[in-house]
């Protein structure tokens, strides 16, 4: 059976991903205008919208937060992740294992691999670790796949994210993160790229709402399965309400226009 | 169950940690106008003060002294550490396992990590070691988390301590030890940052006691739930009557002026 | 008794293994010429062309086609691999443990080493360790010898294919997958060196029928025991019939101008 | 029970170890005035001695020459150790497991640490290993501590011993073997930073007899449990008189006057 | 008992040594005037002659060819190795571990150590792994000791020679291969610095019987068990009479000229 046929984290062959771990990634400055959201609970209340069909944090938020949440929540354990502090050649340390984002209650967990930087052999190993440990127990496997490094002139050149899918594919992972390759003919050849992998889009930084919509829409057009989301929701005023959104367009097939003049 | 609801180094919210790895980490010329203090049995009896929450050292002071002191004294197991005589990039190496500090009695662990530092994914990488081997065995754990390296222009920036104590709660410390940066507001967006992970003040080098309780009351004020003391104890000639001082501004909310004029 | 004397993959003495990796080492690029065979399916399909002896392709095709295929092809699981992206020093790491591979369904290992290489010695002990977990389960190991480095002028000079596949046999593999080193002559010589270890030509960049033939010719005349196969069959408008031609130049003996004019 | 109670190595409290790894640090050339006492028996022969309570040699002298002594020799394994063609930043490699010296029957195991140097971080987590097996097996460890590295102007500088024998104790060692600091007072200064390690002054290259015992006098006056000796005792032609003097002076408190000229 | 008492490898207190792990050392190149020895059956042949005592090859060699041989050759796993296409700093990784040794059949093994060069601490540390194994197997362990790297002005000078047989003894080898000193007298210093380690000197390239001989009957003079000897032996047109000639002398006392003249 695959990884994929019986978790909550897709549901109806589509996925919402609310991340929230832009606490590491980021730092607190990420929140300084919705200061309130630097509490944790406040996404985790976010994550219980219907829409939202995982949540992807680091083990620190999950063994603190996540015990009340259990019922309501569908846990992504992201098992990786660095500090903007860090001025180092792109790497992203393991900060939980496998085995304890089982005993977490993890439905799936997410892995960040960076393609073509210097210690893309490391993370290629880390990965398979990861995977391989995660199969035995039947947990989905999520890739982070960003392409970086010094040949990459552009990380969302459209053979640059269509490749982030392959490797997706080709390492063993279930589902496949990558940003927007500028065009829906792009993604869909990153999907076409992907073979029965699931991808999703990076929702990427806070935009208006008719142009995160619009990108949405295309990209499900482009076949994709749904996005990973985290700024574009908590960084806006009326979360909710993008949240009801984005389940119209991706679950019910609905157009931004729709949406939003509907 | 929290990992600090049932721990002794947390009494009514608070701690106050005496530190004394300072032997390792400054070396004897720390003790220059206390040569005296350098015999750990002067700084154990100094633990035995009704304040003191926690005792965090070196293995080598608690496989020796510790025993005779189990009673009185609830021990923090420092588990990394380095010299001064180093001159390499910050990193601190595990210096005790997590397995061993339970067979010294340790009722939590301490450990060092440098986040912005170029080693930052090893110690990443190493707390989660750590913080795991520790989950097994129900014992809290305490990030000294001192964000430091090239990108850094001052290590006690606002947003560098709030980002510290961010990297504490996403990684699963349970306890964060942090710098003052400089203002009681930043002091309490830090606080705000860690989610519930107790925050506690690094009291650093010794200053004079108005100075040093005023500091301790401010941040009190901003929400932190206690401090970790070293040279702010044991360099004093009186370190008893500093630690009824501490123990009347953390535990009973008393203020610096009424501590030292009352 | 020899670990390939009962392997499907080889068949009277003889093997044609399609390989299909060029997802995850050369990228989508690759296909632009063909994209409807980023799809592993069609080539999975071509797999089960009688001439094929084993198909190689990295975990993540195995363990989502493979299920499928399992009757009617012979995997080799490629172990290691990595990105065109990225531009370090020659290195494969590991992508797939043995283990794995086993629960795959594998009839066979294979794994790149690159003599010559700044990582010569990492990739030598890394295939150590695969051999010997191999052969504990009876299972043959294909070794990709490439050699490269800087002190190496021609990755196809006689005297260099030869110690490639000299260093298949000292390290132990049952299969060697060289270069073709630019005679007939040569392609004898590496034979010789490679005591009796299989030697299977690369096949290299695509080609016309005629040349791509004869160099199958030319080394099956030299002693190889066939040649490993991919973008010489998936990139052609009509890989079976290049197909069929391979078994007949390889397994019965036809030469180049037989199968094609005849 | 503390480590040392019991091992027949501290007698008395005094110790005085025989050391004979110059054949690994230094080389035979270390031997040019006395060839025959390359021969290992020959200091074997001499740690019988009754004065020697311990003698610190590699794994293969002891596999070699143990058994013909071990009821006469309390033995030190000496685990780190390395050649002086060497010319790499300070660093020991181990060249034998606690678990192997237990097999050769050691009473103790010696483990040399250079603080300061690049590699002291390694050096750090090698010892933990080490001092934590050793702890299983109430074996008692010694650390040979000798700060180098660019930032230390002069190994033997006062601070630098103490601040030696203090990270022997902080990293849970039982006996520190140091430098001798230039002065009495200074080597006291070290002891009490030691807390209740035991220090003993290591011998270093070969003086005339008066000198030698004088410092060794001013060293046990200074607090320390005794030397390790090597070079002053085996490269002397009458190596039985200078431990009988050895004697005299660390076990019964004798000057170096009254031995030499009583 | 001393781990050379009952191996068929040292007879009668002499070994000689067939070495054949130059196709993985020096490639194919090597045999550029014997063509027909790069078939490992024709060398395999040779070790049958009563003079060898053990037969050195790399894995690959063994376990395709030994099982055939295995009454008639006593078999050393050379169980590291590197190859000439390699530029690297000096330093031979493991291809083989001794418990596949074992499985291969081995009477010993041997392992390649550079002292002096940058890798020395790797390699001390991989030999004690090595060797500690092989302990608990009662296998012998032979040391290929070749002090190298930039502090070595000559390889073959003859305290570097005594310092490479003292540290095969010292970190537990039971045979010592080294080069030859360049005289008879540092040749007799090295055995001496070697205690009780069997001194072996290796053939180096190809000379003429009579310098070759003479050679080994020097060595012999001054105290070596016997040599190792690849090129001299199968580089020439008939290795049986030198493996005659070698027999005599090694194991029968016969001068070079009694053997050629005689």
Redesign the interface.
């Not at 790497?91 to 294992?97: A, D, F, G, R, V």
């Not at 392959?166 to 992972?173: K, S, T």
């Given at each position: 059976m695959?990884p994929l046929d019986e978790t909550p984290i897709v549901q109806d062959g589509k996925s919402i991903i609310l991340a929230h771990?832009h606490?590491?990634e980021h730092?607190?400055?990420a929140f300084a205008d919705v200061?309130e959201r630097?509490?944790?609970e406040r996404i985790f209340e976010m994550a219980t919208h219907d829409a939202v069909t995982g949540f992807a944090v680091?083990?620190?938020?999950a063994?603190?937060?996540y015990p009340s949440y259990a019922d309501d929540v569908n846990l992504i354990a992201k098992l990786n992740?660095?500090?903007s502090?860090?001025?180092?050649e792109p790497?992203?340390?393991?900060?939980?294992?496998v085995?304890?984002a089982l005993e977490l209650g993890a439905d799936a967990v997410g892995y960040t691999v960076y393609?073509?930087?210097?210690r893309?052999?490391?993370m290629?190993?880390e990965?398979?670790s990861v995977q391989?440990t995660a199969?035995e127990h039947d947990l989905p496997v999520a890739m982070w796949s960003y392409?970086r490094?010094?040949?990459?002139k552009e990380q969302r050149k459209p053979?640059?994210i269509?490749?982030a899918t392959?490797?997706?594919?080709?390492?063993?992972?279930d589902i496949a993160k990558v940003k927007y390759p500028r065009s829906g003919d792009a993604m869909a050849?990153a999907v076409?790229?992907a073979?029965?992998?699931n991808v999703v889009l990076s929702g990427g930084s806070k935009t208006d709402d008719r142009a995160f919509l619009s990108l949405v829409e295309t990209a499900m057009n482009a076949g994709v399965c749904g996005l990973a989301v985290g700024r574009n929701v908590w960084q806006r005023d009326e979360p909710e309400r993008v949240l009801d959104a984005l389940e119209a367009v991706v679950f019910d097939g609905a157009t931004a226009d729709e949406v939003l003049d509907g």
């Open positions: 695959h771990d606490g590491l730092g607190p400055t200061p630097l509490d944790p680091q083990k620190g938020l063994e603190t937060y992740g660095t500090s502090l860090w001025m180092g790497y992203s340390p393991q900060t939980c294992s085995e304890y393609p073509g930087t210097n893309e052999p490391e290629f190993e990965f398979r391989e199969r392409p490094g010094q040949a990459l053979d640059v269509a490749y392959r490797i997706a594919l080709e390492l063993g992972a050849d076409d790229a073979g029965d992998v």
